[in-house]
DNA sequence: TAATATTACCTTTTT
DNA sequence: GGTAATATTA
């Protein structure tokens, strides 16, 4: 033997896994047994850790890979992850259960449902569903819908559920009238979801949480099954996903958590910074480890994040610090509205990109409200700009996608009332509502699936003879499709689904815009079905649910987050809440005002600090640029209004900052009136009322960033304004820019 | 029952 | 400003 020093086999493999770990990184992942909380600064490599983590257990043989759940909060960072690790430890990561919580919980439900009165075949209820029985709910409650919205029904009952509280819980303890109407409404909700076997998405936590409750042989079983559990972003969890988690640790506690309790950000989900914060006391014993370097941001934008966050009263100490170099300071720019700030967000990329070299799907734009992307959308179309919109109204919750769904959920699960209530009457078919809720309270008084009640409609007291012929219709095109679901793959049933019960032809009858990119759409679902057919041959393994209840159950869980691309040449804008996990090379977080951002809505319910979190996570997104713009007068729906500059600006040190004060140069003015846009910067105090009102004089002239309209060269922006009413024109059609006399060019402002 | 006028209302939303 | 839920009418 040659080996003085005899190796084992994986030691070189080892080895590898923690080679170019910083100190505490590879304290996290070479950690044993037992519970360890990884505090994971912004950019400071935590899914690095997580995946290394993973690996390192299955490569020194602590854990076999089938042991292992690994839990996100969105399917993009499962499947992220799921790549990570297996290019770590290859094809054996597929044994490993690397996904989020809610798809966990509902396999887990999947093959426990009966025992907990559920059918095996449960629909999964998205939120806009869950509402429409909340309605439903209250209405057979004879809840007034104006006294209380359906809205804050339903988010009482999830915050209950999210509390572990079930509808006798809940009783027990309401204390107003509101209370009280919630608890009625919520107890006949949870009857109406068993009922019709639905879960919403809180359900699928709280079932579990049941499941393991109540059944100690189910619990011990997958104790034993996952003996490995790691966490990712754990601020974000609420009470459930703690009971889970805390159920399936077991006596073994070999659990780990990896956090930020400075982006906790969802608290208004149910979300419970308590969970990381008490952690070291729920799990005696538990390691700690900071992860403090930051391997994303210039020394400039951490420095900025820190000082903001510092504001902060309730936090784990951190400092995140980087040997990266100062980079560029942060540009803060004050602008007169948002059409100024929205021309001079797309001048700036057009500068990065064009003349520093970006590439644009390394550039994005943060806001507060969805609402304020479409102000910029229409100016980065007049730029020429291409980008793309995360969030809004996302393709899962188009009303025709929603449909066909439901379609498809009413043929898995013949009790699904909420689904039967979708597609009843769509396309129109002459069955209206009161025919809609004979059906309803027949089905609820005799206990009776939807599904058999609609097929002989001329049981239902007080249909007419034209409601019930209708239906009968109805319901054989549906008898002939379920027939026909056994078989056939997702998307050839689905297709049959569009056609046999005339969706597809009501569409085409429209013959409008609207109508053919629905069909789009639905053309868009039938390949994701199509692809969903193709992944599942090529899988081939042995599985119990059929094919459609498999895809229905995936699809519920799917999110728009899914589709953002970085691989195109798009800029991309989405919502600061959206922007967690992601990092670009140039960020702007625009409308950084008080009331926007700082929501008006935070300010007044005290949720200053997650506000500040919020801005914490949208400064340590950026990589080398970071932009933050206000406007002094914004319209807000519909009225315009004027505002302060965001706190959040002041808590930039101003050695940090570039100021870019954007004073309407109006040309006639003679004097200069900048210096009161300048001065709100300045200084640390209060603004004084003086620098809030702008006295302007009206459009007798062209300004800067007025639209105009050109007799030949069309629409343009004016991006100048010199002496000699001369103006300096950016044209659409050009792209570049022009140079007009005012008094003489045929030129006028666009409407 | 369905199409159209009118009015109330507005955060964020991983699943 | 824009949606979405009501009220109104054909």
């Known amino acids: 033997m040659e080996n003085l020093a005899p190796i084992s086999p994986g030691a070189d493999a080892i080895e590898r896994l923690v080679q170019g770990l910083n100190p505490p990184q590879r304290r996290a992942v070479e950690h044993g047994e037992g519970p360890l909380l990884v505090i994971a600064g912004a950019g400071s490599g935590k899914t690095r850790v997580l995946t290394r983590r993973i690996a390192f257990l299955v490569a020194t043989g602590q854990a076999h890979p089938s042991e292992i759940l ?73 809840v007034d819908p104006k006294r209380f919205t359906p809205r804050s029904i339903q988010a009482a009952i999830s915050g209950a559920k999210n ?108 979300a419970d910074v308590r969970n990381i914060l008490e952690f070291e006391h729920d799990f005696q014993g538990a390691e700690v480890v900071k992860l403090e370097q930051n391997y994303r941001s210039t020394g400039t934008i951490l420095d900025a994040a820190n000082a903001v966050i510092a504001n902060n009263t309730e936090q784990k100490q951190k400092n995140l610090w980087t040997d990266a170099g100062r980079g560029e300071p942060v540009v803060v720019a004050e602008l007169d509205d948002e059409h100024a700030e929205a021309r001079y967000v797309a001048g700036e990329i057009e500068r990065l990109v064009g003349d520093e070299d970006y590439s644009r799907d390394e550039v994005a734009v943060f806001y507060r409200m969805n609402a304020q992307s479409r102000v910029l959308e229409d100016t980065l179309v007049r730029y020429e700009v291409p980008y793309q919109v995360i969030g809004g109204t996302k393709f899962y919750e188009r009303a025709e996608v929603k449909d066909a769904i439901a379609y498809l959920s009413l043929l898995a699960n013949p009790a699904d009332a909420i689904s039967f209530t979708r597609v009843i009457n769509s396309p129109r078919r002459g069955i209206g509502r009161q025919t809609e809720s004979r059906i309803l309270s027949h089905t609820n008084t005799t206990g009776e699936e939807v599904w058999d009640v609609m097929s002989r409609p001329d049981v239902v007291p007080g249909l007419g003879s034209a409601a019930v012929k209708a239906v009968t219709r109805f319901a054989a095109v549906m008898a002939g499709l379920r027939d026909r679901a056994e078989g056939d793959s997702v998307a050839e049933l689905l297709e049959s689904v569009l056609h046999d019960t005339g969706y597809f032809d009501s569409l085409e ?131 315009s209004g004027w505002n302060l500059p965001s706190r959040f600006l002041r808590e930039v040190p101003d ?22 846009a300048i ?61 007009l006399m005012a008094d003489y060019a045929p030129l006028k402002k666009a409407s």
């Not at 996100?72 to 297996?86: D, L």
């Not at 189910?218 to 805390?246: G, H, I, P, S």
Request: glycine share 8%; with cysteine; net charge negative.
């Open 509 to 639: 009858a429209e013959r409008t815009l609207e109508a053919e990119g629905r069909m789009e759409n639905l053309q868009e679902l039938i390949g994701v079905a199509g692809e969903f057919d193709i992944n599942r041959k090529v899988e081939g393994e042995e599985r119990e649910d059929t094919p459609l209840e498999e895809f229905l159950a995936q699809i519920r869980l799917f999110t728009e987050q899914d589709g953002i691309r970085d691989t195109e040449s798009l800029i991309t804008l989405m919502s600061l809440h959206n922007a967690k996990g992601l990092e670009y090379d140039a960020a702007f977080i625009i409308g950084c005002e008080e009331g926007v951002f700082p929501h008006a809505r935070s300010v007044e319910e005290g949720n200053l600090e997650e506000e500040r979190r919020l801005a914490y996570v949208g400064v340590t997104r950026a990589k080398q640029r970071l932009y933050m713009t206000c406007a002094r007068r914004r319209s807000l729906h519909g009225t």
């Open 70 to 142: 690994a839990i996100t909060f969105t399917n993009k960072a499962a499947q992220e992850m799921r790549n990570r690790v297996e290019e770590l430890v290859g094809g054996v990561s597929r044994l490993m259960w690397v996904m989020t919580f809610h798809s966990a919980c509902a396999r887990l439900l999947r093959a426990n449902a009966e025992r907990l009165g559920y059918k095996r075949s449960f629909t999964i209820y998205d939120q806009a569903d869950s509402l429409r029985m909340v309605k439903r709910c209250m209405e057979e409650n004879e």
């Open 163 to 270: 509390r572990l509280e079930d509808s006798t819980d809940y009783a027990a303890q309401q204390s107003s009238y509101f209370e009280q109407v919630v608890s009625e409404v919520y107890s006949l909700y949870e009857r109406r979801m068993v009922e019709a076997s639905a879960m919403d998405f809180d359900d699928l936590l709280v079932r579990t949480v049941n499941l393991f409750e109540l059944f100690a042989d189910v619990r011990e079983r997958y104790q034993r099954t996952f003996r490995w559990l790691l966490v990712d972003e754990y601020q974000d969890t609420n009470r459930a996903q703690y009971r889970l988690l805390q159920l399936l640790a077991g006596e073994a506690q070999n659990l780990t958590v990896v956090g930020d309790d400075a982006q906790s950000i969802y608290s208004f989900r149910s």
């Open 655 to 676: 050695e940090l900052v570039d100021h870019k004060a954007m004073a309407i140069q109006t040309g006639w003015q003679g004097g200069r009136s900048d210096g009161a």
């Open 679 to 739: 001065r709100g910067f300045g200084g640390r105090g209060e603004l004084r009322a003086a620098d809030r009102v702008q006295p302007q004089t009206p459009e007798a002239e062209f300004r800067v960033g007025d639209d105009v309209v050109h007799a030949s060269f069309g629409e343009g922006v004016i991006t100048s304004v010199e002496p000699g009413s001369v103006v300096v024109v950016r044209f659409a059609s050009e792209g570049g820019e022009r140079k």
